[in-house]
Nanobody, 124 residues
């Protein structure tokens, strides 16, 4: 079994920054990609950012492009999300996912393992 543990969430004022971390542990596996999704109250989970390890290609939702940066280390099964210029619209529970095989890294169905989520709250 693979466990993903997120950390780094919290309360921040609008315009501030946070850095989320996600580390995988447990059964060793070579994942294809890792990504971040978020879910705000009353809304569906939505794609935020992902990184495909082969070629280290990164993908972002339009709403976070230019403000968020995903990075990580495939050998350590670790991924980070640097979030700058945060707004109240970014308030959500942020989930880290790991995909074991090829798929559309913008879709949550492509991910095999998920963390428990970390709350990000941005005050105005």
């Amino acid at each position: 079994q693979v466990q993903l543990v997120e950390s780094g969430g919290g309360l921040v004022q609008a315009g501030g920054s946070l850095r989320l971390s996600c580390a995988a542990s447990g059964r060793t596996f070579r994942n294809y990609a890792m990504g971040w999704f978020r879910q705000a109250p009353g809304k569906e989970r939505e794609f935020v950012a992902s990184i495909r390890w082969r070629g280290r290609s990164t993908y972002y939702a339009d709403s976070v492009t230019g403000r968020f940066t995903i990075s990580g280390d495939n050998t350590e099964n670790t991924v980070y999300l640097q979030m700058n210029s945060l707004t109240p619209a970014d308030t959500a529970v942020y989930y880290c996912g790991a995909a074991a095989t090829y798929g559309d890294v913008r879709r949550d169905v492509s991910y095999d393992f998920w963390g428990q989520g970390t709350q990000v709250t941005v005050s105005s």
